[in-house]
């Protein structure tokens, strides 16, 4: 069986959603989802498919100094768009991974994972969930919103293998604990 990587979508493509991203953030407030998870100073975050950065960024300021926030994206221009905003911002807590789904981190390193407004993009959602219960921690929090796609569909996927247990459901936004698997 041949295992297909997720390719980036065009420049121009990703360009034009960071327009949007960009317009459509002015009006909604990024740090409610994220106060929504009970992130807080210290904490290590994954922003999985962290696209131009703006939940990264918000949940950058929220961590702090003592925190860290890992920005994943399979796009070269999505890495580079978080960089240059964490370097306009002289936000240092924030590390940039190119990839398509593995993040490279260590076991049971992660407070909260973030996959926002990404996970219709994600080919094989199963091995994405694999990977998140792999690298948050025992009462790690996975933090999903929901966006172009069913969330019964969602659910269905995230709770399948047993890892993951829904704590709340505020509309798209899904929270779920990660389960002590045996």
């Not at 498919?49 to 860290?68: D, E, F, L, S």
């Not at 399979?74 to 590390?95: D, F, M």
């Given at each position: ?78 890495v580079q768009?978080?960089k240059k ?90 929270n779920l ?6």
């Amino acid at each position: 069986m041949e295992i297909q990587e997720a390719k980036p979508m065009p420049d121009i493509a990703f360009k034009a959603m960071s327009l949007y991203f960009a317009l459509r953030h002015r009006l909604d407030d990024v740090t409610k989802p994220l106060k929504n998870a009970g992130i807080k100073g210290g904490d290590v975050i994954l922003d999985f498919g962290c696209g131009p950065g703006h939940y990264t960024i918000a949940a950058a300021r929220i961590v702090g100094q003592n925190g860290k926030v890992y920005a994943l994206d399979v796009h070269p221009l999505a890495v580079q768009s978080v960089k240059k905003k964490a370097n306009k911002e002289g936000l240092t807590n924030i590390k940039t991974i190119l990839s398509d789904r593995d993040t490279g981190l260590p076991d049971q390193s992660i407070d909260v994972a973030l996959v926002y407004d990404t996970i219709h993009m994600v080919n094989d959602k199963q091995a994405l969930t694999k990977e998140l219960h792999r690298v948050l921690k025992p009462d790690g929090l996975l933090s999903v919103l929901a966006a172009h796609v069913k969330v019964d569909d969602i659910l269905k996927t995230l709770q399948g293998d047993g890892l993951f247990s829904l704590r709340e459901r505020q509309g798209n936004l899904l929270n779920l604990n990660r389960v002590t698997v045996k």
